[in-house]
């Protein structure tokens, strides 16, 4: 069964830094879209970024422009969330989703994403 596993969250102060990697289980990945989302406790899980499958095009949240950059190594299939300048707001479970093959479109939407992983939690103290 193909899996998305999460990895780089933690415990971190406002104004630290963080960098999530998502890496697949298998490579078919390379053709695929990735996005990060995150869930809050009682709250929807939302869109964070996403990427195109050729790392040419990205997408981000309004919430977390300027403080975090989505990119991607299709050589070692992971995609990577650099997250900068961590507010407490931004406290959350972070889970990173495929959508695609070949899919040109950066969609925002959970249910346009096929793949997803367990999530890692990011808490971010004040």
């Known amino acids: 069964q193909v899996q998305l596993v999460e990895s780089g969250g933690g415990l971190v102060q406002a104004g630290g830094s963080l960098r999530l990697s998502c890496a697949p289980s298998e490579r078919i990945f390379n053709t695929y879209a990735m996005g990060w989302f995150r869930q809050a406790p009682g709250k929807e899980r939302e869109f964070v970024a996403a990427?195109?499958?050729?790392?040419?095009?990205?997408s981000y949240a309004d919430s977390v422009k300027g403080r975090f950059t989505i990119s991607r190594d299709n050589a070692k299939t992971t995609t990577y969330l650099q997250m900068n300048s961590l507010k407490p707001e931004d406290t959350a479970v972070y889970y990173c989703?495929?959508?695609?093959?070949?899919?040109?479109?950066?969609?925002?939407?959970?249910?346009?994403?096929?793949?997803w992983g367990q999530g890692t939690q990011v808490t971010v103290s004040s």
């Open positions: 990427i195109s499958w050729g790392g040419g095009r990205t």
């Open positions: 989703a495929a959508d695609g093959p070949w899919n040109s479109v950066l969609h925002t939407t959970i249910n346009d994403y096929d793949y």
